[in-house]
């Protein structure tokens, strides 16, 4: 994707799909292309209920790309289709960095997904069954 950008050209079919260079670049860690993406152009924002370049990113600990989706202005409280927000999933698969992160940027730790969990308590679930807290006393 060229940094100048033909006005001519149609992006919007590529940007909210989870094949999106913008989803793969988030997924696989490459801050770098996810910050050209969005100088670029390319909306990171979502208006349906599906998962996000930023649920990919922080689902997978890739804090830097986080930090560059929030930065761009991506709802760090987004709701997928199942309730799940960015953070929810971050701290579910214990990335600490990325849950920090998310917190950092006022993600509410208290929104709960469809079927009634919340995010604190599947970071505690997971710390707990790893014998370490780190996450729950980074989340007053």
Known sequence: MPLNRDPTDNFSLLEDHSTSALFSAAQNG?????K?????????????KRFTPLHFASAHGHHRCVEALVSGGVDVDHRAV???????MASGAGRLDCTRALLNAGADRSRA??????????TESYWVFKS???????CP
Do not use: M
């Open 36 to 48: 050209l993406l969005l100088i670029s152009g390319v909306s990171a924002v979502s208006a349906e």
């Open 132 to 138: 370490d807290r780190r996450v729950v006393s980074c």
């Open 113 to 122: 997904t469809t079927d009634c969990f919340c995010t604190i308590k599947i």
């Open 30 to 34: 490459h801050s770098d292309c996810v």
């Open 82 to 88: 199942g309730g799940q927000t960015p953070l929810f």
